[in-house]
């Protein structure tokens, strides 16, 4: 008898004092939130957590705590280093950086969790439908989404960039239109192995219609990959729009986003002797990124119990 | 294997010739007369209307869209890509005299990434959970999302600016020619490109040879007496790089749009900066031609993977 007792492994003798307590009911199984308290034990993802709700606050009740308008040009103190009075100084324009920042927030923002959610929309109703449904169109999709994925992202973005203009309401269409590839995909796959389960054989003998099975009772069970799919893309989305932005093909300069702020930086002069112009918008867009892709990695890490570190 | 080839290059050509055709479309689309990037500027600009009228018919330009697409497909299959509008100069001599430069950078940078991101992983997995594999977990994390132009534009402050170590950007500076004179100005962008690439090689490896580790054959080497260095190194390594060169193969893409906003940053005279300035300058005929060019390429290497892999993996079914 004492011999089995030894050779029970730490884990094992873990399992068995969790189910003394649960027995004794000191613990209650918390099943909706398993994946809640695991994404809060993670500390990079709790990390994540804080630093984006502090920027995403701040971009949201900008107005309250900027002295300053991120718009108004203020000549006569251009290109002040930090101080009370400007908290990171102004631009070559005598603009309010730390405004610009805090209001440049809110555009990069939308357009990377607009343009990562209008993909998802997209990706997510044309991969659920085709992926259940198989056939023709499944196949054309298919095809489709190979090509736009054959296309290296920057290129195809440059592309559509020279045909359809700059702008705001532009780019996410044009991120929409080259970014849904990879969560149809993901979908597609997700429905492809649903797709066998009996439940589905069930509801088709009841005689449901094909939306009804795909929209309503099958993609409801794929959605832990899709949200983590969505936060990641928020990432690459926002990397994006801040790569084109100092390229000088994103967002119209005279509005104020991350990427614009740090477009300065291409003017060897400014990038050499101010500083604080472009690092910390830098180190925003950064910041923020990394965030999300903590807060991605973790919910990926919560959302399936089979990836372990 | 030959009707795998050749079934594998007839989905090529289908996929090809409707890019193509998506490319004319948008050639068409975009303003401008046509006739401007068809033929040489100093004809265009020597010629009196009648004569351009007699060029437009003998181009058939007043042809059905569809024939008018057939001639101009004819024409780039025999390598004639049109001319820039701007400059004037053939579509191809632009090509083939920024091409080396991107090739140069990218090759650079796929070798020494891959190295690294190989080495790198393969420590993380080997020394899992301990102080070096968390601090390179992070650094990869941070490797993904500083965005490449930053990386860019910290280097130039700190190698150019700082230390005076390196020349900003640039490829050659007037009156020199060879590699060694070139090298000073090749190392900066080679090694931000890099950096940015061996985060996602470095994740992937270490995956891999953490998947590696857990199979039988290396408890077989393990109990065979061998050295544990020539049990992770030999038997491991070995087994878990073939996902890794395969995924790099892939994300050949990636490193491609890389290309575009390092060469930018450091004035890199090659095909991304060309297209920067094409984007910029809404010069349609190269912006389309080099959009067909890259994606062709990608669509090529994909396919010689696609083969590759299938030489190199039993399971797969040629026929």
């Known amino acids: 008898m004492k011999d089995t007792e030894k050779k029970k492994t730490r884990l094992e003798k873990k399992f068995d004092k969790i189910l003394i307590r649960e027995d004794t009911g000191l613990i209650k199984n918390k099943k909706g939130s398993r994946a809640f308290r695991k994404l809060m034990s993670n500390r990079l993802a709790v990390a994540g957590i804080i630093i984006v709700s502090v920027i995403l606050l701040a971009s949201i009740f900008a107005p309250l705590i900027c002295r300053y308008d991120p718009l108004k040009l203020d000549l006569r103190n251009k290109l002040q280093k930090p101080s009370m009075e400007h908290l990171i100084g102004t631009d070559q324009l005598g603009r309010d950086i730390f405004a610009r920042i805090v209001y440049g927030g809110r555009v990069s923002i939308l357009v990377g969790l607009g343009s990562a959610l209008a993909s998802a929309v997209v990706g997510v109703a044309i991969g659920a439908y085709t992926g259940y449904k198989g056939g023709l169109l499944d196949k054309i999709m298919l095809r489709l989404s190979e090509l736009v994925m054959a296309f290296p992202q920057i290129i195809l973005v440059l592309l559509l960039v020279t045909i359809m203009g700059q702008g705001l309401r532009n780019l996410i269409i044009i991120f929409t239109l080259t970014g849904w590839g990879g969560i149809y995909r993901m979908t597609r796959a997700q429905m492809l192995s649903l797709r066998e389960e009996e439940y589905v054989q069930a509801l088709r003998a009841f005689g449901l219609n094909n939306f009804s099975i795909a929209y309503k009772h099958m993609l409801p069970n794929a959605v832990g990959p899709i949200v983590v799919n969505i936060t990641l893309s928020t990432a690459m989305f926002i990397l994006y729009e801040a790569a084109l932005s100092f390229l000088g093909l994103g967002v119209p300069l005279n509005i104020a986003t991350w990427g614009n702020i740090v477009n300065i930086a291409q003017d060897l002069r400014y990038l050499q002797f101010f500083w604080w112009l472009w690092v910390p918008g830098a180190i925003v867009i950064s910041l923020f990124v990394l965030g999300i892709n903590f807060i991605g990695d973790g919910l990926r890490d919560s959302a399936d119990p089979m990836q372990q570190g | 294997m030959l009707t795998y080839t050749l079934r594998r290059l007839l989905i090529l050509i289908p996929m090809l010739l409707f890019l193509s055709f998506l490319i004319y479309l948008g050639l068409e689309l975009t303003p401008g007369d046509a006739v401007s990037y068809m033929i040489s500027p100093e004809r265009y600009a020597t010629m009196d209307p009648a004569e351009l009228e007699a060029v437009r018919e003998a181009l058939g330009l007043d042809d059905p869209f569809l024939i008018r697409y057939a001639k101009w497909l004819g024409g780039v299959l025999k390598g004639d890509f049109g001319y820039s509008l701007q400059s004037g100069v053939p579509i191809r001599d632009i090509v083939f005299d920024r091409l080396p430069a991107t090739l140069e950078l990218s090759a650079g940078a796929i070798i020494i990434s891959t190295i690294f991101g190989i080495f790198f992983g393969t420590i993380s997995a080997l020394k899992r959970g301990s102080i070096g594999d968390n601090a390179l977990t992070l650094a990869g994390m941070l490797g993904v999302s500083v965005p490449r132009f930053i990386f860019g534009l910290l280097a130039i402050l700190l190698f150019t600016f700082h230390l005076k170590w390196l020349p900003v950007g640039g490829r050659l500076r007037p009156g020199y020619e060879g590699f060694m004179d070139r090298l000073p100005h090749l190392i900066m962008p080679t090694l931000v490109l890099s950096a940015t690439l ?108 696609d083969l590759f892999t299938a030489l190199l993996d039993p399971r797969v079914k040629l026929d």
């Not at chain 2, 470095?202 to 040879?209: D, F």
């Not at chain 2, 080497?221 to 890794?244: D, Q, T, Y």
């Not at chain 2, 749009?257 to 094409?278: M, N």
């Open chain 2, 198 to 305: 061996v985060a996602g090689i470095m994740r992937y490896s270490r995956a891999s040879m953490l998947d590696a580790m857990n199979r039988d054959f290396m408890k077989t080497a393990r109990s065979k007496g061998l050295p544990e260095w020539r049990v992770n190194f030999v038997h491991g390594l070995r087994v878990s790089l073939i996902p890794v060169i395969v995924l790099i193969a892939f994300r050949l893409p990636i490193l491609l749009g890389g290309t575009v906003i390092i060469e930018q940053v450091f004035q890199w005279p090659g095909i991304g900066s060309e297209f920067i300035g094409a984007v910029r300058s809404r010069n349609y005929p190269i912006v389309m031609m080099i959009a067909f060019f890259t994606t062709f390429a990608v669509l090529f290497v994909s396919f010689l993977i």
